[in-house]
């Protein structure tokens, strides 16, 4: 089947931690993108990569970092330099940047 | 700086009645998309129906349709004949046309509850 997943669902991490969230996606999408949404708010894009070996920064890009290596897969690093860490993190994709972008499950990141 | 504006926080419907949830936005571009996302309690999002500006039908998808009113920059979501699995919140999205990086500015959303 095709899609996107991310994993874990769920991560949990001491404050001063570096932790990595995991995106992958296998319907050869080109550009893939990192949100982040907090309780009762819509999504905030963090980073998105239109190709292999180049991103961009979003609105929120501070205490975070990405790669993208392979066009299947776009980690997310949240820092410690991210003040507040804890929240839901949604990884999309999309054909290419004109496209429409597709979701995956996302990661529910606590910091404590 | 676009902006994308959902005056409703929550909204209840009875089973198989139609609801309407409102969405406004700013901008000052001519050509540009808009969406409907739905997120269920297991919160990944999913594209319920887009528009694109330049197009005065509206866009249909099944029991979902949309009133676009350009010059009035609304965007509303109808839904027909509700369902139990229409329970969520709804997102209203814009996107430029000429949008480089295809952000997409979501509104804060309107949490749908279905009532049996």
């Known amino acids: 089947d095709g899609g996107i997943t991310q994993s874990p669902k769920y991560l949990f991490r001491k404050e001063g931690q570096n932790v990595t969230l995991s995106c992958e996606q296998n319907?050869?999408?080109?550009?893939m993108y990192w949100y982040r949404q907090d309780p009762g708010q819509g999504l905030r894009l963090i980073y998105y990569?239109?190709?292999?070996?180049?991103?961009q920064k979003g609105d929120i890009a501070e205490g975070y970092s990405v790669s993208r290596e392979k066009k299947e897969s776009f980690p997310l690093t949240v820092t410690s330099a991210q003040k507040n860490p804890t929240a839901f993190y949604l990884c999309?994709?999309?054909?290419?940047?004109?496209?429409?972008?597709?979701f995956g499950p996302g990661t529910r990141l606590t910091v404590t | 700086a676009q902006t994308v504006t959902q005056s409703q926080p929550e909204m209840s419907v009875q089973e198989a009645e139609t609801v309407t949830l409102s969405c406004t936005y700013d901008?000052?571009?001519?050509?540009?998309?808009l969406f409907w996302y739905k997120q269920p309690p297991s919160r990944q999002m999913i594209l319920v129906i887009r528009q694109e500006a330049y197009k005065q039908q509206n866009a249909t998808e099944n029991r979902f349709s949309v009133n676009f009113q350009k010059a009035a920059k609304s965007f509303s979501l109808k839904i027909s004949d509700s369902q139990l699995g229409d329970a969520a919140m709804y997102f209203c999205?814009?996107?430029?046309?000429?949008?480089?990086?295809?952000?997409?500015?979501f509104g804060g959303g309107t949490r749908l509850m279905v009532k049996p």
């Open positions: 901008t000052s571009e001519s050509d540009y998309y």
């Open positions: 999205a814009y996107r430029s046309a000429n949008n480089a990086g295809n952000m997409l500015t």
């Open positions: 999309a994709s999309s054909y290419t940047l004109a496209y429409e972008q597709y």
């Open positions: 319907l050869n999408h080109d550009a």
């Open positions: 990569s239109q190709i292999v070996n180049d991103f």
